[in-house]
């Protein structure tokens, strides 16, 4: 068989380190929403308060780890499956929560909640696929 040679596109975009920026920017609003959380406490208080989160205190230090730790797990590469998961399942229950656009008026910002809603069910479809990419790489390496 004749293996022709990888072309310069598919050799720069098949580079680890393309991978990890795109492992990064998929993280990047976790990333984000953990610091903030983390650095303004109350502020992660009042956001657990406002979407009926009680007691406000462990819910918050649990988002935040989630937030911080799963991530670090996708870009890392340890238990990268597990992390992806992770934050494909906070991120369905945190959007059927903040986003119930189907109960909100028509107008500009069922709209807004609407396309943010859609948003959020492709970000999770990309963390089940980190997690089916992860797993598959490991079962094929056994």
């Known amino acids: 068989?004749?293996?022709?040679?990888?072309?310069?596109?598919?050799?720069a975009f098949t580079h680890r380190a393309v991978r990890a920026v795109?492992?990064?920017?998929?993280?990047?609003?976790?990333?984000?929403?953990?610091?903030?959380?983390?650095?303004?406490?109350?502020?992660?208080?009042?956001?657990?308060?406002?979407?009926?989160?009680?007691?406000?205190?462990?819910f918050a230090v649990a988002v935040i780890v989630l937030e911080l730790g799963a991530s670090l797990l996708i870009i890392s590469g340890l238990y990268?499956?597990?992390?992806?998961?992770?934050?494909a399942g906070f991120t369905l229950l945190?959007?059927?929560l903040a986003l119930r656009f189907w109960q909100m008026p028509v107008g500009p910002e069922r709209f807004m909640a609407a396309n943010a809603f859609?948003?959020?069910?492709?970000?999770?479809?990309?963390?089940?696929?980190?997690?089916?990419?992860?797993?598959s790489a490991r079962t094929q390496a056994d």
């Open 1 to 11: 068989m004749n293996a022709r040679p990888a072309s310069p596109l598919l050799r």
């Open 22 to 58: 795109g492992l990064v920017g998929l993280c990047a609003a976790y990333l984000q929403g953990g610091l903030n959380k983390l650095t303004d406490f109350p502020s992660a208080l009042a956001e657990m308060a406002h979407f009926g989160l009680a007691p406000a205190a462990p």
């Open 80 to 87: 990268r499956w597990l992390g992806a998961l992770a934050l």
């Open 94 to 96: 945190a959007t059927f």
């Open 118 to 135: 859609f948003e959020h069910l492709g970000l999770a479809g990309g963390f089940l696929l980190v997690a089916w990419w992860d797993l």
